[in-house]
């Protein structure tokens, strides 16, 4: 059996760092290379084999995992949070570091966090693309607010963003001049461009075939619609990768942390360490699905009554991890069971 060796990445946009070294400990080879696919190619045919990698993850990991996966024997990434040996060092540079999760790796270490497929990473890449769309369309609205407020135009707040009500403003209110008018059409005309780019993209990741099944058996869940499916389905990955609901409600960002000392236990707000997309959906879906489901009405109603909305809506979006995961999980429509409390999907 072949001896294996080990490398430690420390990724950066233009530069990557490499410590490689045996199973003893040994350094073989230690440097830098620049982060584009052809060095890495060059980079690769000197290396012992077989050899198995690490990296910490960063918004670059995504195209070097890829690049390398099919060469390596093993190949991990690892959680940036929980490396505390670089991030506490006293000195601390690239080369350090590439050797430190290097260690980390030989001596089976390195806090592995969970890497989805590139097929799922790159629909992730285009929701959170419409995300974005949505996040620049509100900004394009609260702008056409703000000019009209700083002319003094008297407008009405529901109807402003209509098509039929915006265009008979322009053409009868005196108080808008020439020049209001032009940014204003200018606001517009963005508004429904990102508005018709959004809806294709939703579009075309409802219609993947690879979401296609998943997503239709997700949206059976009450409350739930293309948008929160699509977000489960693309963020989590496989759902399987969770043990219990109490993990997957970590995950989601719907519980604060527990700092507990002797007979002292405290509870935080809501942790950061979370997916933020995640925990952003599933608490607006949480608060419209008391309209649409009698039972999470119910346990809205019952959280409520101790005397705080927030936490209530907080107990609906735990309720509906617990949902998704047991569809996701059963591989079926959702079914509420009413001899128990128990969801069969």
């Given at each position: 059996?072949?001896p294996?060796?080990y490398?430690g990445?420390d990724v950066?946009?233009?530069?990557i760092s490499?410590?490689v ?6 350094v ?8 584009t696919?052809?060095?890495l190619?060059?980079w ?5 084999r077989?050899w198995s990698a690490?990296?910490e993850?960063t ?15 093993a190949?991990?990434?690892?959680h940036?949070l929980m490396l505390?040996a670089?991030?506490?060092?006293k000195k601390?540079n690239d080369?350090?570091d590439?050797n430190?999760?290097?260690?980390c ?9 969970y890497?989805?497929s590139?097929a799922i990473?790159?629909r992730r890449?285009?929701?959170?693309y419409?995300n974005?769309?949505v996040?620049?369309?509100v900004?394009?609205?609260i702008k056409?607010s ?8 008297s407008?009405n707040k ?6 039929g009500?915006?265009?008979q403003?322009?053409?009868?209110n ?7 008018v032009?940014l204003?059409r200018?606001?517009r005309e963005?508004v429904v461009?990102l508005?018709k780019?959004?809806?294709a993209l939703?579009r ?10 998943r ?5 059976t869940i009450?409350a739930v619609?293309?948008i929160t ?7 989590v990955?496989?759902?399987r ?5 109490k993990?997957a409600v970590s995950y989601c ?5 527990e700092?507990?000392s002797a ?7 809501l942790s950061?360490q979370r997916?933020k ?6 608490i607006?879906?949480?608060k419209?699905?008391?309209?649409n489901?009698?039972?999470?009405a119910?346990?809205y109603d ?6 705080n909305?927030n936490r209530a809506?907080?107990?609906v979006a735990?309720?509906l991890?617990?949902?998704?995961m047991a ?5 079926r ?6 001899t128990?409390?128990?969801?069969a999907?």
């Open positions: 059996m072949e294996m060796y490398i990445l950066h946009k233009r530069k490499y410590c070294k045996d199973s003893g400990g040994k073989y080879a230690e440097g830098s290379l620049p982060a696919r052809m060095d190619d060059l690769m045919k000197t290396l012992p077989p690490a990296m993850a918004m670059f990991t995504g195209w070097i995992y890829d690049h390398l996966k099919p060469h390596a024997a190949l991990k990434v690892a940036p505390r670089i991030a506490l060092a601390k080369r350090i590439a430190k999760i290097c260690d790796l030989r001596c089976d270490f390195l806090p592995e966090c890497m989805a590139t990473r790159e890449r285009t929701l959170r419409r974005l769309l996040r620049q369309m900004q394009m609205k056409i703000s000019l009209l407020m700083e002319a003094g135009v407008y529901q109807r402003l963003h209509k098509a009500y915006f265009r403003l322009l053409a009868t005196s108080d808008i001049d020439e020049g209001l032009s204003l200018l606001c963005t461009r508005g780019t959004e809806s939703v075309s990741l409802q219609r993947d075939s690879l979401l296609m099944d997503v239709e058996r997700l949206m009450p619609g293309p499916a699509l977000t489960w389905a693309l963020e990955g496989d759902a990768r969770f043990s219990s609901i993990k960002g719907l519980c604060g942390e700092k507990s007979n002292t236990v405290q509870r935080t707000p950061k997916n997309h995640l925990q952003t959906t599933l607006e879906a949480a419209m699905a008391p309209r489901s009698p039972e999470l119910m346990l019952k959280e409520k009554q101790k005397g909305a809506t907080l107990a735990r309720k991890v617990a949902y998704l569809v996701d999980r059963g591989q429509n959702f079914q509420l069971m009413e128990s409390d128990c969801i999907a």
